[in-house]
């Protein structure tokens, strides 16, 4: 069997800046993605309209072939003139890290009300709001619902503000999420789909499962299955795909993150056959993400083939998600 | 200052049978140690008394300077006269595993009903049963409470089988120990006072302070603390120290396992003088188990001095617990 889909949107991907960097553009189309939303904590971070054109210009120069949609990182020292410069930029996200709780977060926010100002500047030139949602220093099951009221104070604070809670995890998220306004939405990566936290601390340790924020228990896991299945139109498809070298996620100190987009659309495929939810694949791929953020459909033409494909056990010293599986569906681009 | 104190009594170790032996065997009278129980899933397993023998003869050889309580390891295929000529042996416990949940339980028991005539042989002859409490199958946070019926069912067909709960990690777990009758104990380990799984799966990984049952929420640990706090009689120390060379640690499929012995008294004394209950450290790890096992006190003296120490990075190639941290007290053997 053959499904005809428009090329996906991928609205959270890390391509990072440095010898990773080719490894994941190579991936972004491999996956069936011709538009994604790229992070701003590289090393250095993408801070300013400058930045990023600098950083666009090095990835084109690198290969991306895919449209890219650029973000800035919010800080402490972002200021409501540099989000208005970034949107004519354009920029069309500015990215919020709480402080610490992931990859290049040590200058991310602790006092969130000390950037309302800025919050004001992306309300008012229809900037979207993408929040990393885990409140620093809160016990690790607990820092995603931790930080729902801090949302609900930005969301009554900002009320036209666009806002997309990044790679949820949680019933509690979703259940925040559903009861929001319409300026709310929420990415929901692969693996959280795929995995729960017995995939990283069962009998075994799977670094290559580790990610923040970590996947949950089942019923959270089912919670993000459902809404989707639901057909609900504020839940669309962000990866977070973020490549690391093997080293640095089997070390004593290992590094947050999965690498899955290079097998984006064939591991969707799986997911939502196995969930009896292939009518969804399209909407949550290639229509939900592009209408809130407000764009026109992406351009290009995938096909998913009910044939198998092998995930490689690395990838330029990377290991995917499924590493060494086997799925049962493939994806191609149509000329 | 010093406390002086008998020489204390590990009720759950792993010595292993392999490469890593020699540095496990050391750990124990370093960390003040004078008696252990030794677990029997080893590669292969201790089963029978034959087994026993050969064991104690070849860690005896390779150096143990301390008092060695042995177990058998049970499985669907143990026997009640099995039993009876390990107790005869002397074995002091037999230790129950679930399959799958640990390092090396692939034989263990998933029907636990089929045991029942190899627990009466134990109840006859009064050897302690062993438990690694965790049912099979469940998600990882759930496994321990969701062994707890098995264990209450245990009691109540074997009211004169003592059993130990080990290493327990959970609120749940204190609270059947502290409602179940005077043969139920448990042990707790260093590891599960001092970390939560925040401390595993935090912003990073940790690949060190990975182990079976994975340590569990803050208020989970409370409980541990809590319930020493008070003096219970019938939770006493088990470090499950287990050795795993740092690459087998450090992998895309890492072994459960902390190794703590080497520094046991110290970090105990560490913490607990940060949780005030210093009057604690000598019931816990001298007497409680002691009289639980119906044994002697344990023989020679050590002193807890608080003169720093400082914990290497890496002991033979294994990465001890608190790698690379000083601690506040060191503990000697007194002459």
Same mark, same amino acid.
């Given at each position: 069997?053959?499904?005809?889909?428009?090329?996906?949107?991928? /609205?959270?991907?890390?391509?990072?800046?440095?010898?990773?960097?080719?490894?994941?553009?190579?991936?972004?189309?491999?996956? !069936?993605? !011709?538009? =994604?939303?790229?992070?701003?904590?590289?090393?250095?971070?993408?801070? %300013?309209?400058?930045?990023?054109?600098?950083?666009?210009? *090095?990835?084109?120069?690198?290969?991306?072939? /895919?449209?890219?949609?650029?973000?800035?990182?919010?800080?402490?020292?972002?200021? @409501?003139?540099?989000?208005?410069?970034?949107?004519?930029?354009?920029?069309?996200?500015?990215?919020?890290?709480?402080?610490?709780?992931?990859?290049?977060?040590?200058? !991310?926010?602790?006092?969130? &009300?000390?950037?309302?100002?800025?919050?004001? =500047?992306?309300?008012?030139?229809?900037?979207?709001?993408?929040?990393?949602?885990?409140?620093?220093?809160?016990?690790?099951?607990?820092?995603?619902?931790?930080?729902?009221?801090?949302?609900?104070?930005?969301?009554?604070?900002?009320?036209?503000?666009?806002?997309?809670?990044?790679?949820?995890?949680?019933?509690?998220?979703?259940?925040?999420?559903?009861?929001?306004?319409?300026?709310?939405?929420? %990415?929901?990566?692969?693996?959280?789909?795929?995995?729960?936290?017995?995939?990283?601390?069962? +009998?075994?340790?799977?670094?290559?499962?580790?990610?923040?924020?970590? #996947?949950?228990? @089942?019923?959270?896991?089912? =919670?993000?299955?459902?809404?989707?299945?639901?057909?609900?139109?504020?839940?669309?498809?962000?990866?977070? +795909?973020?490549?690391? /070298?093997?080293?640095?996620?089997?070390?004593?100190?290992?590094? =947050?993150?999965?690498? *899955?987009? #290079?097998?984006?659309?064939?591991?969707? #495929?799986?997911?939502?056959?196995?969930?009896?939810?292939?009518?969804?694949?399209?909407?949550?791929?290639?229509?939900?993400?592009?209408?809130?953020?407000?764009?026109?459909?992406?351009?290009? &033409?995938?096909?998913? &083939?009910?044939?198998?494909?092998?995930?490689?056990?690395?990838?330029?010293?990377?290991?995917?998600?499924?590493?060494?599986?086997?799925?049962?569906?493939?994806?191609?681009?149509?000329?």
């Amino acid at each position: 069997m053959e499904w005809y889909l428009p090329a996906a949107d991928d /609205f959270h991907v890390h391509l990072r800046k440095d010898a990773r960097t080719p490894i994941a553009i190579r991936a972004v189309r491999s996956g !069936g993605v !011709g538009r =994604a939303l790229i992070m701003p904590n590289t090393d250095p971070p993408i801070l %300013t309209v400058d930045d990023v054109t600098a950083y666009v210009e *090095s990835l084109r120069q690198l290969g991306a072939d /895919f449209d890219l949609l650029m973000t800035i990182k919010l800080r402490p020292d972002t200021t @409501p003139d540099g989000v208005l410069a970034a949107h004519r930029g354009p920029v069309v996200a500015g990215k919020l890290y709480p402080q610490g709780v992931t990859t290049h977060s040590d200058d !991310g926010f602790r006092d969130i &009300q000390g950037l309302y100002p800025v919050f004001e =500047a992306m309300q008012q030139c229809d900037m979207v709001l993408s929040i990393h949602g885990e409140q620093p220093e809160v016990f690790v099951l607990d820092a995603e619902r931790a930080f729902l009221p801090s949302l609900k104070a930005i969301v009554r604070n900002f009320p036209r503000l666009r806002i997309v809670l990044e790679h949820i995890t949680t019933q509690a998220a979703v259940e925040a999420v559903c009861t929001l306004p319409d300026t709310v939405a929420a %990415t929901i990566t692969d693996h959280h789909l795929a995995i729960t936290l017995h995939d990283v601390v069962g +009998s075994r340790l799977q670094p290559h499962h580790f990610c923040m924020p970590v #996947a949950k228990r @089942p019923s959270d896991q089912k =919670a993000l299955l459902d809404v989707i299945r639901q057909g609900h139109p504020r839940f669309f498809s962000g990866t977070d +795909s973020a490549p690391h /070298f093997r080293q640095h996620k089997e070390s004593a100190s290992g590094c =947050a993150g999965v690498f *899955s987009s #290079a097998f984006h659309m064939p591991i969707l #495929a799986t997911l939502f056959s196995q969930h009896e939810m292939m009518d969804q694949l399209q909407p949550f791929c290639c229509e939900r993400g592009a209408a809130f953020y407000k764009l026109a459909p992406p351009q290009g &033409q995938i096909v998913i &083939q009910d044939a198998c494909c092998r995930v490689p056990e690395e990838m330029g010293g990377v290991v995917p998600f499924f590493a060494g599986h086997e799925l049962p569906f493939s994806v191609a681009w149509v000329d």
